[in-house]
């Protein structure tokens, strides 16, 4: 247990790894407040580092500190050959949105490398319903336009949004949501390091309606991520029938 200024804290994920860079292992843990015994729901959700050659701690806490399935990932983002620290959680609800943060700690040195809500400030679309069945995708700030083909959703979807001829009957809008997923990915086994994909799910005019996800794939460039590829992927349909 870990003791806040309110009550005991309960441990909910613990790795070691060599975050400081000094050939000594340190102790990573992750601390939340389970009171509410809500599943796997922890509250005042709190980072602490342990020092593997002095024993002593360093606390950090998040803005965001409350959620499900807290968890940690130990890799090297930054490719200066020393483990970072990724910080994940779930927000719950049907959003599905979520909460991640990253650290560097070499040389004792708390550095954030990765903070979800300035992700989520940086990364935001515009989804509109366009004629012919299509719906567009885009952003001016970052400079990127994609449209998704909506054509196979069936008669009945469509018939929401579109007269016979493919004409919209009004303008209609959906949404790109906040950061669902982050994921460590390798993209090249060679420089034994690590980058990050982002998943942000895009939806039509109600939440239950996915129309596909925009990926961002990211590499730390020295000072920050960097996008390097951002695309945007689409569920699969049935294969149309032979006429």
């Not at 975050?19 to 939340?32: F, K, R």
């Not at 567009?136 to 001829?165: C, W």
């Amino acid at each position: 247990m870990y003791q806040n200024d309110a009550s005991p804290l309960t441990l909910l994920d613990w790795m070691q790894g060599d975050v400081t860079g000094d050939g000594v292992a340190d102790n990573i843990y992750l601390y939340g407040d389970t009171s509410a015994g809500t599943g796997n729901f922890a509250d005042h959700i709190t980072l602490v580092i342990q020092d593997g050659v002095s024993q002593r701690s360093t606390r950090v806490e998040f803005p965001n500190d409350a959620g499900y399935n807290a968890r940690l990932f130990l890799g090297d983002f930054s490719k200066d050959h020393v483990p970072d620290i990724l910080v994940s959680i779930d927000s719950g609800g049907s959003g599905g949105y979520g909460f991640f943060y990253m650290y560097s700690f070499k040389n004792h040195v708390l550095r954030e490398m990765f903070d979800v809500d300035k992700y989520n400030q940086a990364y935001q679309f515009q989804v509109n319903y366009e004629d012919y069945y299509n719906v567009s995708v885009g952003s001016r700030r970052l400079n990127v336009f994609f449209t998704i083909d909506i054509s196979q959703k069936g008669r009945d979807y469509l018939s929401q949004y579109y007269y016979d001829n493919g004409k919209l009957k009004q303008p209609a809008t959906g949404e790109v949501l906040a950061l669902g997923a982050l994921y460590p990915i390798v993209t090249n086994e060679n420089r034994m390091g690590y980058d990050l994909l982002a998943l942000q799910r895009i939806i039509g005019t109600i939440n239950a309606d996915t129309l596909g996800y925009v990926e961002n794939l990211m590499t730390w460039n020295g000072d920050q991520f960097q996008s390097v590829r951002l695309s945007v992927s689409i569920p699969g349909a049935s294969f149309p029938s032979a006429r």
